[in-house]
């Protein structure tokens, strides 16, 4: 099995997603006064953001199959555990103070 199998996301619908929300940035933009309101930052700023985010989502997506797929078939690869090593004394507990 090699990466070239693996799954692909299709990319279309989160494109016309993106391409909604950014066109309806650009309408509020284009209908804003010339001094924008608190309202209008917001509402471009998130609606651009969100698309943004939408965008990449299926890239992202297609990373993580191929990191899994690379990981089933490189089993060698995969990361250790991410326990704290030992101490280097062994012991698992500070030693209690001594009474004099």
């Known amino acids: 099995m090699s990466l070239s199998e693996a799954p692909r996301t299709p990319k279309w619908p989160y494109l016309l997603a993106d391409v909604i929300l950014v066109a309806t940035a650009a309408a509020?933009?284009?209908?804003?006064?010339?001094?924008w309101t608190w309202k209008e930052i917001s509402l471009v700023g998130g609606l651009t953001g969100l698309g943004a985010w939408i965008f990449i989502q299926p890239f992202q997506k297609d990373h993580e199959t191929a990191v899994k797929l690379f990981e089933q078939v490189n089993p060698s690869t995969r990361p250790l555990s991410k326990s704290p090593p030992p101490p280097p004394n062994g012991r698992t507990s500070k030693p209690s103070p001594t009474r004099r």
């Open 28 to 35: 509020v933009a284009w209908k804003a006064a010339p001094v």
